[in-house]
């Protein structure tokens, strides 16, 4: 008779115990089911002894284990949401000011407890290299292991491989040298390890299972020491360019400049570019009126200070790559160009003054500073403040707000106020700003603050011959993003390597088959196949049926001159098949 079995769940595999529960010697099934995995063992048989160098074994036992490192890693993954809710100060310094100005009780506790600096704070650093360490505690020796077990080859039969988890047997007229020869060129041609030990066929298959898990925890390693160098020497600076005007990457030319802690300016990479122009079209009908269709900006840009000049396209999510580094283009605006002049009519200002967006509109505000140079109609020396408020697409009706993002319909709000602008005081204050502490209004012949809109040609006059206000025409200006981050490819590379170990380690699974062809005491050869996995899983006793079906058509089985009187009976050759795929 020939059927496939499963041996019962409480039956242990490493031979010590029977299925009525009596004791047994065998060994033997122990061995040939080790070194499966590559998982070192963890047993109270291992804890050390009492003393330093036995607890230090212990702790050092603990840290390299799976458990830890998940664990690690967990505490890692939490350790990083209080960076992303709360201001950090490497990031923003004045959202930090503000919350220990908002919160008087929160802010020192934060503060002792390094929230507002998570990422370069003790405790965090302290979780990142313990996992760092924990990982390449774990990999090396199952590294070395593994080495070894692909230079050894698959272990000998069991003594009893009834006591498998999947089992076929039969009595055939072949000769065991023929079952035996043929069981192997089949477990060859099914891209087992296969080899003739004594009266069996050892085969095994699945070592890409190993390999997946290791080439995980190995990208893991590579994306932590990644993150951490990009970290280190990472740049990233803002910088708001008018058409016409260019940008050298060099400290002092950028609006605002953040980097990692060893970073130093020699690592900038030395390139410059121009903003020629900037080109925006959006939608004029439907639902998504007002969004950007093309946005983008034609730069020329050169590589080392005596560099060739190259044209080029920068688009959202289309960067400009130079070396290490990316321009990206983040935002987009409106520059007034505006011409002032002075009592005597001498020109005193003459510049595009880039405005900040308010809405999806681009409806703008700004402040005109006029520093040096004014004077009035008396020859009083003055300071000119000019607050601006722009419209794209100025309405009847709608003069807060502008209707559309594009040039349709431009018109420039100004109101004047002279004085002192406060610049002198060594206080700082932005440019898009304006203190009227020491600010006086212009005021028309009715006593009313001069306030005027400007179509684009049109010149404001200030009252009392104080001079003239004009606005020529509106430039646009991009806002440009230079990001430096080392070793992204490292991380994208070991992120992807990660993706695919860890999907080769779920779904590859390690598995040995056994097949052993003896002459029983009539005779006749008795074909015994069994198949060992890793964990329990339906794949083994199908893949074990369906082997037995190949290798029954080799070596059919013999004729009981009683007849079958069973269903399963060998002389069926798919009864074998299909038993071992249901088991």
């Known amino acids: 008779m020939s059927k496939t079995t499963t041996t019962d769940e409480t039956t242990p595999v490493d031979g010590t115990t029977t299925v009525d529960g009596t004791k047994t010697d065998d060994q033997d099934l122990g061995a040939a089911g080790s070194q499966l995995s590559t998982a070192p063992a963890d047993s109270l048989a291992n804890m050390p002894g009492l003393g ?41 310094d004045t959202k930090v000011a503000d919350f220990r100005q908002a919160h008087d009780t929160l802010g020192p506790i934060y503060d002792r407890l390094g929230l507002f600096h998570v990422y370069s704070s003790a405790w965090f650093s302290s979780v990142y290299i313990l996992l760092f360490i924990s990982l390449i505690g774990c990999i090396v020796p199952r590294t070395w292991q593994f080495v070894g077990q692909l230079r050894g080859r698959p272990p000998g039969a069991p003594k009893r491989l009834t006591r498998l988890p999947a089992y076929t047997t039969w009595r055939t007229e072949a000769e065991p040298e023929q079952v035996r020869e043929a069981a192997l060129a089949l477990l060859k041609k099914r891209r087992f390890r296969a080899q003739l030990t004594g009266d069996a066929v050892a085969a095994e298959k699945g070592y890409l299972r190993e390999v997946g898990n290791l080439a995980f925890h190995i990208a893991l390693i590579v994306m932590l020491v990644a993150f951490a160098w990009g970290q280190l020497f990472k740049t990233e600076g803002n910088k708001l360019i008018v058409e016409g005007d260019g940008f050298s990457n060099t400290l002092i030319s950028y609006d605002d400049f953040k980097s990692g802690t060893l970073f130093s300016t020699d690592d900038l990479t030395p390139f410059s570019f121009d903003l020629n122009k900037f080109t925006g079209t959006y939608e004029k009908s439907g639902p998504n009126t007002g ?18 000049g190259r044209k080029t396209l920068v688009k959202v999510n289309e960067p400009l790559e130079i070396g290490d580094s990316k321009v990206y283009l983040t935002a987009h605006g409106y520059a007034p160009f505006v011409t002032v002049r002075d009592g005597k009519g001498n020109v005193v200002y003459s510049d595009a003054v880039p405005l900040l967006p308010l809405d999806s509109n681009v409806t703008s505000t700004g402040v005109i500073k006029v520093l040096d140079g004014y004077q009035d109609a008396k020859g009083v020396s003055e300071q000119l403040g000019i607050s601006a408020f722009f419209l794209p697409t100025y309405t009847q009706g709608m003069e807060t707000a502008s209707t559309f993002p594009a040039l349709n319909n431009p018109v420039l709000n100004l109101t004047p106020f002279h004085g002192d602008l406060g610049v002198n005081s ?8 304006l203190d009227k502490t020491h600010m006086k209004e212009f005021k028309d012949s009715k006593g009313a603050q001069v306030r005027e809109n400007l179509k684009p040609g049109e010149t404001m006059t200030l009252p009392n011959g104080a001079g003239s206000i004009t606005y020529e025409g509106t430039r646009q200006w991009a806002n440009f ?8 490819g490292w991380a994208l590379g070991g992120a992807t390597v990660a993706i695919f170990g860890l999907a080769g380690s779920l779904f590859i699974q390690r598995r040995r088959v056994w097949v052993r062809a003896v002459r029983g005491d009539d005779g006749v050869t008795v074909v015994e196949m069994a198949g060992l996995g890793r964990s329990e899983s339906a794949k083994v006793p199908e893949e074990l049926g369906d082997l037995a079906g190949i290798l029954y058509d080799r070596a059919p089985g013999a004729t009981d001159p009683a007849g079958p009187s069973d269903p399963s009976d060998p002389s069926d050759p798919q009864a074998v098949s299909a038993e071992g795929a249901e088991k």
């Not at 969004?291 to 060739?308: D, H």
């Not at 060594?426 to 700003?433: D, H, L, M």
Request: glycine share 10%; aromatic share 10%; no cysteine.
């Open 291 to 308: 969004t950007p269709r093309v946005y983008q900006a034609a730069i020329t840009y050169r590589v080392g200070a005596y560099g060739k």
């Open 426 to 433: 060594g206080i700082p204050q932005s440019v898009y700003q």
């Open 52 to 92: 330093v160098l036995g607890w230090a074994r212990w702790f050092w036992r603990q840290l390299t284990s799976m458990r830890v490192a998940l664990l690690l890693l967990l505490l890692l993954a939490l350790g990083a949401i209080p960076g992303s809710l709360i201001p950090q100060s490497g990031t923003d």
């Open 481 to 488: 993003q230079v990001t430096q981050q080392p070793a992204s």
